[in-house]
């Protein structure tokens, strides 16, 4: 196994290879051309704004017929006071949903409901409200699965959501190639062909019932570009303020609430196995044992 395991990096060393000599290509520089010319570089004038993060965190353990899981979530400002803070401690025998869920994707969707009324709540609290992540990219996730009971009560949570512009979700990573078509995602073009603190100009697309605006932001330069998507039809002028708000609270391209609020939220495994002995689970034997005698 370890032999196919090292003969398949090599293969994919040689489809990196690829990409390099593909960067040199005509196609491929007539992307990065696009790229570049979509980029608008923005001086920022610093504003100062409230901003909240909200982000998730959760973890569980496996015992015999039945597992345990523990789930934190909050609105964070960037003085790491919270907002709305829910927490969760519960076992589970089954998939409430009959849809054939792992608790891995059990826990990412209940958290994400938790993180999507957060956010609804704080609405009026704050001038911009940064959730971590895509909605995109979990609608599509959630209408994948069998059970219409969870996506049911998902799209209860996101509806509210729906035309609020002080609301964002922020991405460090996306797949999204719809700006561009390239073979790869639309912001390893846009980190390629540009470095200064900018934006693209937003464009609208429609997912499930939802309008959203999608646009790119670099905040700090020789950063990595952000995916940022607002429930909500907005324009360039949104996009500018919104760096103004952001610059000067960032960290290497990343919103610091953001930041913070990863930060408060998680759940090492250090506090879980706290969270297992405080249930009176000290002397029960997890699922994973057998496998570490």
Known sequence: MLETLFEMAVRLKSR????????????????LDKARDGWRIHKPKPKRAKVLGVDSGWNYRLYSGFYVYAIKAAAVDESMNLYHPAAEVDMLSEDPYQAGLTPDNFLKYRAEMHEHEIAYKA???ADLILVDGSLIARLMDVNKRSSASLQTEYMAYVRPLIGNSRLA??????HDKSLFGGALGDVYYINHATTEVGYTIPHVTERYDVEFSVFYVRLSEHSNALHVEVPAVVG?????????????????????????????????????????KTAGLTGWIEAREVLEA
């Open 16 to 31: 990196l290879e690829e990409l390099e000599k593909l960067g040199k290509s005509g196609g491929f520089q007539e992307i």
């Open 123 to 125: 609405l009026g609290e």
């Open 169 to 174: 979700f922020v991405s460090k990573y996306s």
């Open 236 to 276: 360039e002028d949104y996009v500018r303020e919104f760096i103004n708000m952001l610059q000067e609270a960032s960290i290497r391209g990343y919103p610091y609430a953001l930041r913070v609020a990863h930060k408060i939220t998680s759940l090492p495994d250090r506090l879980m196995d706290s969270l297992c």
